[in-house]
Structures are given as C-alpha cells and as structure tokens.
C-alpha cells in the first residue's frame, strides 16, 4: 500500500482540501482526526473531535489507542485500500500516525501551500478561530452519530472559487464545533429540547394533551418519554408513530442533537365530548 501525507497548520483548509488532493494523487482512503474515510464514507474509527479535551484529541488523532489501530488497519483490509492519504499539522505528526498505523514509510508529502493561496488559508484560520469550527471531509448524515450535541451543518460554500473543478466535492463536507470548543462549551439547555418536542407532538390532531415529558441524556443523544392522552378512536399505533417521528425529526433538525428513542406512553384515551 502506498502511502502520502497531506500537511499544513491547523485551521488553513487541509480537511476542505482533502477530497481534492486525495483525487489528484491517487488516494483511495484519507486519514483525517482519528477517522478513516472512502469515497465519502467513514469506514474505521471515531473522530478526535469528540474528545473532552485537546490533549485527548491530539492522542486521538496520532492512534495511541490499540483498538482504534486494529479496527483502522482491519478496514484497511477489508476495502483494499491502495493509496492511503494521512493528514496532519506536521511532517513529525504524520510520521507517527503512519508509525502507529504499521502503514509503512510516506513516499510523499504535499503540503497545503501546494494547493491554498495565503488569502484562502488567512479565511480558513478565521473560521476555525473566530467561529470555532471544523471541517471534515463527509456527508453529515455520516458524522452525525459522531457528534450527538455538537454544533453541526452541511458545507455548501466555503469559497467561491475553491475546488470548483470538482462538482461533488464541494457537497461532501460537513462542518463541526468539537467537544473543546474554541469559544468554549456549545450547551444546549434540556428545556429547549423538551420545548421543541412538545411544540411538535401537539402539531398531531390526534393529540388531546401531553400529561408529561422526560429528557434522559446517553453518549450518543438523547432518549425523550411523552406521557399523552389521545383521542378515543384514533389509530393509536399510526398516531404514535406521527409522534415520533415529528418529536425525532424537529429535534434533530433544531438542535443537531440525536434523538435516540422518542417513547410514548398513552395514559388514557378522551372521547371528544369528555
């Protein structure tokens, strides 16, 4: 397998540059904060970004872990990567991720000053520094489970003109606020959530009332009880469903929080002259 580096200082465009670079040299998989990436998809590991802290993440991103190396180098396996493309801030930070990979020595290192002018990383190091973001090079509905809680969206537009040669890059990156903010904790109150899953819920007609709401926060989102009164004669699993999806979908879409299990409980059923 060969293997090449894409380097340049945190925050100057080597995540939004990848796909580009990676068509251009021949590589099939890419390297990128604790992840490996092919054709769009996360195939192995988990993003550093979701650390609690900066120095977990930089351990996270140079594979210190040896089940996160086992799980990379079993993918590596299995997709037949050819050409793997390792990103990071440093020839010494490169070099020791192909180190702790086994992935061999990097025949070749491009740097970000190869393909971004000085204008175009000065706006890249704005957006990470002034609004604290990050961006990696997969669809959103890819990391979204990486990143229950965090700050998130699709890239549509970072630049004008960058990577206009490739159509489909541009669509296949998502941005994210990791754990360790640079404008520190990204907190979103429990009574925002349950205020949009209420507001959501009562949309359904066959909803009388909902007698109570419970918020209980996981690793990977959040699980919501309703408590509800329906109307006697309804569907009652068709309406539960409407329910959930509605409570599921909104809260996602609001918040980028996961809603990992939206649970109705019907406490009683009201005739409509009751």
């Given at each position: 397998m060969k293997v090449i580096a894409f380097v340049g200082p945190s925050g100057t465009g080597k995540s939004y540059r990848s796909v580009m670079v990676s068509q251009k040299y021949g590589a099939d998989a890419i390297i990128d904060d604790g992840l490996l990436i092919s054709h769009g998809k996360v195939i192995a590991g988990s993003s550093a970004k979701k650390e609690a802290?900066?120095?977990?993440?930089?351990?996270?991103?140079?594979?210190?872990n040896p089940k996160q190396v086992k799980d990379v180098k079993n993918a590596l396996g299995k997709y037949n990567i050819q050409c793997l493309m390792i990103l990071g801030t440093s020839d010494g930070m490169v070099n020791k991720i192909?180190?702790?990979?086994?992935?061999?020595?990097?025949s070749e290192i491009i740097r970000i000053e190869d393909v971004a002018t000085d204008e175009e990383m000065q706006m890249a190091l704005r957006m990470r520094r002034v609004e604290g973001k990050h961006v990696i090079p997969v669809?959103?509905?890819?990391?979204?489970?990486?990143?229950?809680?965090?700050?998130?969206?699709?890239?549509?537009?970072f630049q004008k003109n960058l990577d206009a040669q490739i159509p489909t890059a541009e669509a296949d990156k998502?941005?994210?606020?990791?754990?360790?903010?640079?404008?520190?904790?990204?907190?979103?109150?429990?009574?925002?959530?349950?205020?949009?899953?209420?507001?959501?819920?009562?949309?359904?007609?066959?909803l009388e009332k909902i007698q109570n709401i419970n918020l209980r926060k996981t690793?990977?989102?959040v699980h919501i009880d309703m408590t509800v009164i329906l109307q006697y004669g309804c569907n009652?699993?068709?309406?539960?469903?409407?329910?959930?999806?509605?409570?599921?979908?909104?809260?996602?879409?609001y918040t980028s929080v996961n809603a990992r299990r939206v649970n109705i409980l019907i406490k009683n059923l009201k005739k409509a002259d009751e």
């Amino acid at each position: 397998m060969k293997v090449i580096a894409f380097v340049g200082p945190s925050g100057t465009g080597k995540s939004y540059r990848s796909v580009m670079v990676s068509q251009k040299y021949g590589a099939d998989a890419i390297i990128d904060d604790g992840l490996l990436i092919s054709h769009g998809k996360v195939i192995a590991g988990s993003s550093a970004k979701k650390e609690a802290t900066k120095i977990a993440s930089v351990k996270h991103a140079l594979f210190m872990n040896p089940k996160q190396v086992k799980d990379v180098k079993n993918a590596l396996g299995k997709y037949n990567i050819q050409c793997l493309m390792i990103l990071g801030t440093s020839d010494g930070m490169v070099n020791k991720i192909a180190k702790n990979l086994g992935v061999g020595t990097i025949s070749e290192i491009i740097r970000i000053e190869d393909v971004a002018t000085d204008e175009e990383m000065q706006m890249a190091l704005r957006m990470r520094r002034v609004e604290g973001k990050h961006v990696i090079p997969v669809p959103t509905f890819e990391i979204k489970k990486e990143f229950s809680g965090f700050f998130l969206h699709p890239l549509r537009r970072f630049q004008k003109n960058l990577d206009a040669q490739i159509p489909t890059a541009e669509a296949d990156k998502s941005i994210v606020r990791p754990t360790f903010s640079y404008m520190g904790d990204y907190i979103i109150s429990d009574n925002v959530i349950n205020e949009i899953a209420i507001h959501e819920a009562n949309k359904i007609s066959e909803l009388e009332k909902i007698q109570n709401i419970n918020l209980r926060k996981t690793g990977h989102g959040v699980h919501i009880d309703m408590t509800v009164i329906l109307q006697y004669g309804c569907n009652v699993f068709e309406v539960c469903r409407k329910i959930q999806l509605a409570v599921r979908d909104n809260v996602e879409q609001y918040t980028s929080v996961n809603a990992r299990r939206v649970n109705i409980l019907i406490k009683n059923l009201k005739k409509a002259d009751e």
